[in-house]
């Protein structure tokens, strides 16, 4: 090993002979000696991965299965390395995970709020013409709708119903002026 970033006592050693504190060889999952098994990748194929068991920074003690890219580097005749831990790439995409769902969870709340503000447009003026309607079956002509202004389908109903209730009021008017007049 020519450079290591961080362990520096690995600098200018023989990587064939790498062991952890228990003094075990390092082997990667193809159960490989770590060096044997990257120069096998870049002989094979010029590049590629490997996997393997390796300190973190700051724990040197503690071997964390890792992921390294290996690749050739031939006018040199050396093979460089950088790699990832694997509970490092399972944190992040936890982390990306958590960040959808709640996304997801905000996006349903506020596309939940929306469509109860658009219902409620709806059909609170229609519970008022239904209202209104039993009103005028039980011959009670005093209330009068007020969403008339509207310019969609419940304005143009609430229009009818004014009307018809006027129009009733009028009939009703007219009936009891030719009673009194028959009498």
């Known amino acids: 090993i020519k450079l290591h970033p961080v362990i520096k006592r690995l600098e ?6 790498l062991r952890d504190p228990n003094n075990r060889i390092i ?8 060096l044997v098994d990257a120069l096998d990748t870049c002989n094979k194929f010029g590049q590629g991965f490997i996997q393997y068991r ?33 509970d490092d790439v399972k944190k ?31 059909s609170k003026p229609i519970i008022k013409v239904t209202d209104f309607a039993a009103k005028i079956a039980e011959n009670d ?10 310019e969609d389908e419940i304005g143009l109903l609430a229009r009818a119903m004014n009307t018809m209730k006027n129009n ?3 009939l009703i008017t007219e009936l009891k002026d030719k009673n009194y007049s028959l009498e």
């Open 27 to 34: 082997k990667t999952t193809r159960n490989l000696n770590l």
């Open 92 to 122: 992040y995409i936890k982390n990306i995970i958590l960040f959808v769902l709640f996304l997801f969870f905000l996006i349903t709340v506020i596309s939940i709020i929306i469509i109860y503000i658009f219902a409620s447009n709806i």
């Open 168 to 170: 009733i009021l009028e």
């Open 141 to 150: 002509f005093s209330y009068e709708l007020k969403d008339v202004y509207r």
């Open 54 to 86: 390796w300190p973190k920074p700051g724990n040197l003690n503690e071997y964390i299965p890792k992921l390294s890219y290996v690749k050739a580097f031939k006018p040199w005749k050396w093979i460089i390395g950088s790699g990832v831990y694997i």
């Open 12 to 17: 200018n050693t023989n990587a064939t002979i």
